[in-house]
Nanobody, 121 residues
Framework: VQLQASGGGSVQPGGTLRLSCAAS????????MGWYRQAPGKQRELVAT???????NYLDSVKGRFTISRDNAKNTVYLQMNSLKPEDTAVYSCNAGRVRSTRYSGSRDYWGQGTLVTVSS
């Protein structure tokens, strides 16, 4: 299974970006998909997650500004980022949690490559 992330870039404060992450390979199900970020000199933090049923969870500092969504048929997760702030600058990585290749197989997690988001005037 591979995760391919895209959509990062540079924007001014108050701007918007939309990240996408598509999982490919032999996939029966993906329990949870999410986005994490790591700013320079800081630990990686969870930004948002979404379950296969649509339940979401957000980092407090992004609530009301970021929206996570997923297309289960395409095994793709999105992160719509509005009202971006300089403190959102980080490398954003996607995660697919508890991925099963068949109905009865064990599960494991996968990570995509990071995509850089820079918010600066």
């Amino acid at each position: 299974v591979q995760l391919q992330a895209s959509g990062g870039g540079s924007v001014q404060p108050g701007g918007t970006l939309r990240l996408s992450c598509a999982a490919s390979g032999i996939i029966f199900s993906i329990d949870v998909m999410g986005w994490y970020r790591q700013a320079p000199g800081k630990q990686r933090e969870l930004v948002a997650t979404i379950s296969s049923g649509g339940s979401t969870n957000y980092l407090d500092s992004v609530k009301g500004r970021f929206t996570i969504s997923r297309d289960n048929a395409k095994n793709t997760v999105y992160l719509q980022m509005n009202s971006l702030k300089p403190e959102d600058t980080a490398v954003y990585s996607c995660n697919a949690g508890r991925v099963r290749s068949t109905r009865y197989s064990g599960s494991r997690d996968y990570w995509g490559q990071g995509t850089l988001v820079t918010v600066s005037s």
